[in-house]
């Protein structure tokens, strides 16, 4: 067998948007690559009745698209030259293509950066757009108009006017004044009316099966961007907004309707905060009654880098809503029902991505043990799998895929599961060096899929472990609760697990063993080398170091890091100073590489300067390797490049050592 090399994910393809025509007889989905010479992603959009796909078009970079009727699907698309200029002019090109005649062919142009959500009938589109108020400006002026307003837009962009919070976020930049809003859409008259306020924010969006009313989730904004939101409805023939819910109790996920009536998945987050767990909720008389206090996650929290892009995890059939849950170090199919009777439906071995419905057979994409992403149909009535797609089939032909070996540990109060990756070749008489890898969230989880990182670093030699911690996702609200123990009882079990592997695995070299992670896992290993020498060097990535300046600087931080730490930055000063990696700094003997993007407002660039620069001081031999332009995001979704040169920087430094 051959070895997985450093930049093997560029042969890597990745699955999303799966969804399904009216009908329900056909389904669509993107197969994106990286192109290294556009240093980009590419998407292809197929179309499926699960058994043949056929490819019908190329999306450059665009990774969406929804069906029109049951043989037309429209995308986005700057097809040429002309259509990247109207693009910087602010206008959206979608174009239509036709199964039956494979005619590719414009279908409609907006006057401003706005997204179809629904088509409503022949007459009438629902759309979507993220618009500051002076940019409704774009559809609403005449031509001249809209062409001095883009001037006047032009001048203004040297500098941003904020008076909100959050001010900027991950992966959209400066989002200060911007609201997304909703929209119909004349088709005839090529005009658009807004449905709601300008300063009214729109969260989750779905329309009845009918086609007669739009319900949607939002807040008015106030300068403080708010956890909980409210519900309406639309009456598209009437043009009329009824209020169904405006109580302020809940943060609310996501809204489905199961027979017209309408079911919410929220929390309440006052037992286990932010992080707490979501039930499902049945709206009557503008009150949302328990339907189930359901206790797990309601989402797929398993992490991975060989995913791109999104697709929905929700489907209703019948009489019952089907939802992607987390459960251990997998995810599950679950359904409830009106009664809230709830049931696993199918237990998948490896990470749901995306589901739907063709001809009564439920589809998913599929990551599945140690392969690369698929589509599968489960029966859920055998509760039998078949793969019907094989775009990865030679992804990984011939290379060795190290099969995790799981190790539990059986501490006084709880269990925390982890596995090891052992080497190409592996010598149980030989010594091998040995990478911690520790996951982000803290409450998303690792699990027995194909993660790149890894196998590429076991594929060099390297022994690899990795668990889920309390603080992860998987096993309950208690078990994920850590607010205020940052770096107590989660770096407790990293350290037993630790113990747990070096007993299993004889062959790990103590004095070349090394750890990384990014994100939480950056805490957490900025937190491991002010406690521990026991590792020969670490790689920190996209971290937090100081809970005190991450409040006011992230984009989540202005609630996220008073809910963590379970105090307040001014009120509390020494309880977030403890459970700061900062106030360890100097205890740090360990070399450390730090890997961080200046565009990551979820854990600002600065979190790295302020570590780097005491390490740096202290005479530890350190380097900051600064990534322009990338986010949050860098290693599951960065540009090629840069995803590269990152594993890169990690594999070398491990190496000198």
């Given amino acids: ?37 556009k240093n980009d992603y590419l998407y292809d959009l197929y179309v499926s009745d699960g058994l043949k796909h056929k490819k019908l078009t190329s999306l450059k970079n665009k990774g969406s698209f929804l069906w029109e009727s049951d043989h037309t699907l429209l995308f986005p698309l700057a097809k040429n030259k002309a259509g990247e200029k109207k693009q910087k002019d602010k206008y959206v090109e979608y174009y239509r293509y036709n199964l039956d005649t494979k005619v590719l062919e414009k279908a409609y142009v907006f006057p401003f950066l706005a997204s179809i959500v629904k088509v409503l009938n022949d007459q009438k589109l629902l759309l979507t757009a993220n618009l500051t108020r002076e940019q409704h400006h774009l559809y609403l002026d005449s031509l001249e108009d809209r062409k001095v307003f883009l001037e006047q837009e032009k001048k203004t962009s040297l500098y941003e006017d904020i008076n909100e919070i959050p001010f900027y976020f991950n992966g959209s930049g400066f989002i200060a004044n911007l609201r997304k809003q909703l929209f119909i859409y004349d088709i005839a008259h090529q ?88 039930d499902f909720f049945i709206l009557k008389n503008k009150k949302l009654e328990l339907l189930k206090k359901y206790g797990q996650s309601v989402e797929n929290s398993l992490g991975t880098d060989c995913k791109l892009g999104v697709s929905p995890k929700n489907i209703v059939i019948g009489n019952q809503l089907y939802f992607v849950a987390t459960i251990d170090d997998h995810t599950e199919l679950h359904s409830i029902n009106l009664h809230g009777v709830s049931q696993p439906e199918y237990i998948f071995n490896g990470s749901i991505d995306g589901v739907t419905l063709v001809d009564d057979k439920v589809y998913i994409i599929g990551l599945y043990k140690q392969k690369l992403q698929e589509i599968y149909h489960l029966d859920l009535l055998h509760h039998e799998q078949k793969c019907v797609t094989s775009f990865n089939q030679k992804s990984l032909k011939n290379l060795y895929v190290a099969k995790p070996k799981e190790i539990i540990v059986d501490l006084r109060t709880h269990q925390v599961k982890g596995w090891v990756l052992y080497p190409k070749d ?232």
């Avoid at 070895?3 to 994910?9: S, T």
């Avoid at 780097?612 to 599951?636: A, C, D, P």
């Fill in 1 to 37: 067998m051959d070895q997985i090399k450093l930049d093997q994910f560029l042969n890597y393809k990745f699955i999303s948007g799966l969804s399904s025509n009216p009908s329900k007889t056909h389904m669509a989905f993107l197969v994106a690559r990286a192109d290294m010479k």
């Fill in 191 to 278: 005009s658009v009316s807004n449905l709601v306020d300008t300063d009214f924010n729109v969260g989750q969006v779905i329309v009845s099966d009918d086609l007669n009313s739009i319900y949607y989730t939002g807040k008015q904004m106030t300068g403080v961007k708010q956890l909980t939101t409210d519900i309406y409805r639309y009456d598209i023939h009437l043009n009329q907004t009824e209020t169904l819910y405006h109580e302020d109790e809940y943060a609310i996920s996501n809204i489905h309707l199961i027979q017209n009536q309408l079911i919410a998945i929220a929390t309440d987050m006052k037992n286990y905060g932010l992080n707490q767990n979501d």
């Fill in 426 to 657: 592996f010598n149980p008489n030989h010594s091998y060096p040995a990478i911690l890898d520790i996951h982000g969230g803290p409450k998303t989880i690792y699990g027995k899929v194909f993660f790149h990182e890894m196998q590429y670093w076991a594929n060099e030699g390297y022994i690899v472990y990795f668990a889920n911690p309390r603080g992860s996702d998987g096993k309950g609200d208690e078990f994920s609760d850590i607010r205020g123990k940052y770096g107590t009882i989660d770096y407790h079990d990293l350290m037993a697990f630790t113990d747990k592997v070096l007993k299993k695995v004889p062959s790990i070299d103590k004095q070349r063993m090394f750890v990384t992670g990014g994100s939480y896992g950056g805490f957490m290993t900025n937190w491991i080398v002010g406690q521990t020498n026991r590792f020969k060097a670490a790689a920190t990535q996209r971290s937090i170091s100081n809970w005190l300046s991450f409040h006011g600087t992230s984009d989540i931080g202005f609630y996220f890091s008073q809910d963590q730490t379970a105090g307040h930055p001014i009120e509390d000063t020494v309880k977030l100073w403890n459970q700061s990696p900062m106030k360890y700094a100097h205890n740090i003997k360990t070399p450390l590489l730090f890997i961080h993007s200046d565009m990551d407002y979820r854990c600002p660039v600065e979190q790295a300067m302020q570590l780097y620069t005491v390490v740096k001081q202290n005479g530890i031999m350190s380097k900051l390797v600064w990534f322009k332009g990338e986010t949050h995001e860098l290693s599951r979704s960065g540009k090629p490049e840069a995803r590269i040169k990152r594993l890169d920087e990690i594999t070398k430094w491990f190496k000198q050592f």
